[in-house]
């Protein structure tokens, strides 16, 4: 039963399907903060169709988006054609709006919450939701963050890869970041294309170089500045695979031991001068406490994703419903060895996370989260 009465229905989820943790949607109805916010780029959508729209910012076209962004009716037929049990609805990028007024962004990211809320409360075995918070005031958006936390369905928020120029890393967010933990929330980081420099968007690399290696620096500031010796027990996920993270994580090795001896940054921990692989304060050995998703496109990319997050700290991810989506959608999953592919498809969820909406068991409540505690050792998959 979850929280309410409502009866899970066991037969359509139970052990079988994907848990998509990337996916995005928007309310067709967001508000319009223009007039009481004029001085700020908001974003608002206009309709070209039943089932069409464009996604405007500022008042200028950003994307064309379908009824998939809003209509769960239209998201459940996909699911079902594509083996997705359940979705994890989140804002898209776009939305963050942490340029503009706090104020405003609380309204915005209360709706859009609001709007996810309602989905999962209509189709509780299908869905569950990351929320919105306006990240730009941490007291605010740790309000937010409570009070999405305190809803059915919600496993935690979303949030860009920077906050306008302040890093994630930055001690003014580290009481977010333990409110997070208190409340068991997973924190999913997705780069947003406003953050990327003008050369990327320039060459036309946005999505191939400017995001993952925008992923990648804001995780690389957290390895290297000390912000997860501060914040040891929260659970960050990076989209597309922790973006180039992977590929950067020998040389962040490095130079943090160049750094330990006098020759780089004199904010790297003086400790790691002469460690050698097996130091825990190296990026490789505390990039283990992150998590990530499976969109990488690319087999040996996953592969790397996996020896650097830990077989049970990779999620599944597809991006839906935007054309980056992978097609298949399990391409990159699919014929992964049968114990890899299930935790990745679900069971890294359920051991970190308790009993996911659409398990067959019951609702993802407060009190249903962190069976395990972070960092302890997984459970075994019994076939």
């Known amino acids: 039963m979850l929280d309410g009465g409502t009866t899970i229905d066991i037969h359509r989820s139970a ?4 848990f998509d943790v990337h996916t995005h949607a928007v309310n067709v109805d967001l508000p319009d903060l223009r007039q009481s916010y004029p001085a700020d780029s908001w974003p608002s959508i206009e309709r070209t169709g ?4 464009n996604l405007m910012f500022g008042g200028q076209r950003y994307r064309q988006i379908d009824h998939r962004c809003w209509s769960p009716d239209a998201r459940i037929a996909d699911m079902d054609h594509y083996g997705v049990a359940v979705q994890v609805l989140s804002p898209i990028p776009v939305t963050f709006c942490y340029r503009a007024s706090a104020s405003g962004a609380a309204e915005l990211a209360s709706a859009q919450n609001e709007f996810f809320g309602r989905i999962v409360q209509q189709h509780p075995t299908r869905f569950a939701a990351l929320g919105a918070v ?3 005031d941490p007291d605010l958006a740790v309000e937010e963050m409570r009070r999405c936390m305190r809803r059915p369905g919600f496993l935690g928020v979303e949030i860009g890869t920077q906050v306008v120029e302040t890093e994630l890393g930055d001690p003014s967010l580290d009481r977010f970041f333990a409110v997070a933990h208190e409340l068991g929330a997973m924190v999913l980081v997705h780069p947003s294309d406003q953050d990327l420099s003008v050369r990327v968007t320039t060459l036309g690399l946005g999505f191939g170089a400017g995001m993952p290696i925008e992923t990648a620096l804001a995780a690389a500031a957290l390895l290297t500045g000390g912000a997860l010796a501060r914040r040891p027990e929260v659970r960050l996920c990076l989209a597309h695979g922790g973006g180039a993270l992977p590929a950067m994580i020998g040389r962040l090795d490095q130079g943090a031991r ?10 790297l921990p003086s400790r790691l001068a002469g460690n050698g692989a097996g130091s825990p304060d190296l990026p490789s050995r505390l990039a283990g406490r992150l998590w990530c998703d499976s969109l990488t496109y690319d087999r040996s990319a996953l592969n790397a994703v996996v020896q650097l997050f830990g077989h049970d700290h990779v999620v599944f991810g597809s991006d839906y419903p935007f054309p980056a989506m992978p097609e ?8 992964l060895p049968a114990d890899l592919r299930r935790r990745i ?7 970190h996370y308790g009993v996911f909406p ?6 993802l409540s407060a009190a249903g989260r962190d069976r395990r505690p972070h960092g302890g050792p997984p459970a075994l998959d019994i076939d």
């Open 50 to 53: 039943a089932a069409t729209a």
């Open 258 to 267: 160049l750094a330990g001896n006098g020759a780089g940054s004199p904010d």
């Open 345 to 351: 498809s679900r069971t890294n969820l359920e051991e």
């Open 134 to 136: 306006p990240l730009q």
């Open 15 to 18: 052990g079988t399907g994907l």
């Open 328 to 335: 298949p959608i399990d391409d990159i999953v699919a014929d």
């Open 358 to 363: 659409g398990a067959g068991l019951d609702s």
